[in-house]
């Protein structure tokens, strides 16, 4: 009986022993765990929320776009404002129900997020594909440059595509005095030259309602409205193609 009594106490002072070791080493994990994480560790969920653009509703709009053949109530205008200070100003034309509007254009002003590479805006190939659905490791391909008041304008359209009533073409367009971006897309136009001119227009007919305070940027659109060329509504497709320089259409010269 005795024997049984101290194999008994034996057994429960080994459990206690055992239960004490656990809760000891679970201790030193959660220690080991706030000390990685003070350190460097995994980032915690707080700056992921930061990274997210977020739809400004009280921001007024600072450009005005009007695209000669679209009605003025099919187009929306967004702002979306980043923690770290960017801007995006996106205009789009088209029915809310459409899956990709029939043409954008986003005036992007960069902040301190630009310089985070988990930004969806800090690759703007990238940004343009994820905006126009066209996916794949090699979305897209060169499409030609056109010219605009702000200068050349780089074309870009999904690979493998072909220029027609049906297709739609990319742009990028980055200016450095001050820091800012053009993108979008149009799929106006029945043929290349058409399609790349209605671009050209859309970028032109681009004007600075307020500057806010931004003399750069006001100093921008001084500069680029004087080298504005005519776009208007009824302007031929010829007409609008001799202002158009890509890989597809050679430059042509004549009157604007």
Same mark, same amino acid.
């Given at each position: 009986?005795?024997?049984? /009594?101290?194999?008994?106490?034996?057994?429960?002072?080994?459990?206690?022993?055992?239960?004490?070791?656990?809760?000891?080493?679970?201790?030193?994990?959660?220690?080991?765990?706030?000390?990685?994480?003070?350190?460097? #560790?995994?980032?915690?969920?707080?700056?992921? /929320?930061?990274?997210?653009?977020?739809?400004?509703?009280?921001?007024?709009?600072?450009?005005?776009?009007?695209?000669?053949?679209?009605?003025?109530?099919?187009?929306?205008? &967004?702002?979306?404002?980043?923690?770290?200070?960017?801007?995006?100003?996106?205009i789009r034309w088209g029915e809310p129900?459409?899956?990709?509007?029939?043409?954008?254009?986003?005036?992007?002003?960069?902040?301190? /997020?630009? +310089?985070?590479?988990?930004?969806?805006?800090?690759?703007?190939?990238?940004?343009?594909?994820?905006?126009?659905?066209?996916? #794949?490791? &090699? %979305?897209?391909?060169?499409? #030609?440059?056109?010219?605009?008041?702000?200068?050349?304008?780089?074309?870009?359209?999904?690979?493998?595509?072909?220029?027609?009533?049906?297709?739609?073409?990319?742009?990028?367009?980055?200016?450095?005095?001050? /820091?800012?971006?053009?993108?979008?897309?149009?799929?106006?136009?029945?043929?290349?030259?058409?399609?790349?001119? !209605?671009?050209?227009?859309?970028?032109?007919?681009?004007?600075?309602?307020?500057? +806010?305070? +931004?003399?750069?940027?006001?100093?921008?659109?001084? $500069?680029?409205?004087?080298?504005?060329?005519?776009?208007?509504? #009824?302007?031929?497709? %010829?007409?609008?193609? +001799?202002?158009? &320089?890509?890989?597809?259409?050679?430059?042509? $010269?004549? !009157?604007?």
């Amino acid at each position: 009986m005795l024997a049984l /009594e101290s194999f008994a106490d034996e057994v429960c002072g080994t459990l206690a022993r055992l239960v004490a070791y656990v809760g000891m080493l679970a201790l030193l994990g959660i220690l080991a765990l706030a000390l990685w994480q003070q350190i460097g #560790g995994p980032a915690s969920p707080e700056p992921a /929320e930061s990274s997210r653009w977020a739809i400004a509703d009280e921001a007024v709009p600072i450009y005005a776009l009007r695209l000669g053949n679209q009605p003025d109530k099919s187009a929306t205008y &967004t702002v979306l404002r980043h923690p770290e200070g960017g801007r995006k100003d996106v205009i789009r034309w088209g029915e809310p129900a459409e899956r990709r509007p029939l043409a954008e254009l986003e005036i992007y002003r960069p902040g301190g /997020e630009r +310089d985070a590479p988990a930004d969806p805006a800090a690759d703007p190939t990238a940004d343009l594909a994820r905006r126009m659905a066209v996916e #794949g490791p &090699t %979305a897209f391909e060169a499409a #030609g440059v056109i010219d605009s008041k702000f200068g050349a304008v780089a074309l870009l359209r999904p690979a493998g595509a072909t220029d027609g009533p049906r297709g739609c073409l990319g742009f990028l367009k980055g200016v450095h005095n001050p /820091e800012l971006r053009l993108s979008g897309w149009s799929c106006q136009g029945v043929t290349g030259p058409v399609s790349r001119a !209605a671009i050209g227009c859309m970028l032109n007919r681009l004007t600075l309602l307020a500057a +806010d305070h +931004d003399t750069g940027l006001s100093a921008l659109f001084t $500069r680029a409205e004087a080298k504005r060329a005519t776009c208007s509504p #009824g302007m031929s497709a %010829a007409t609008s193609a +001799d202002w158009v &320089t890509s890989a597809d259409d050679p430059r042509l $010269r004549g !009157a604007l």
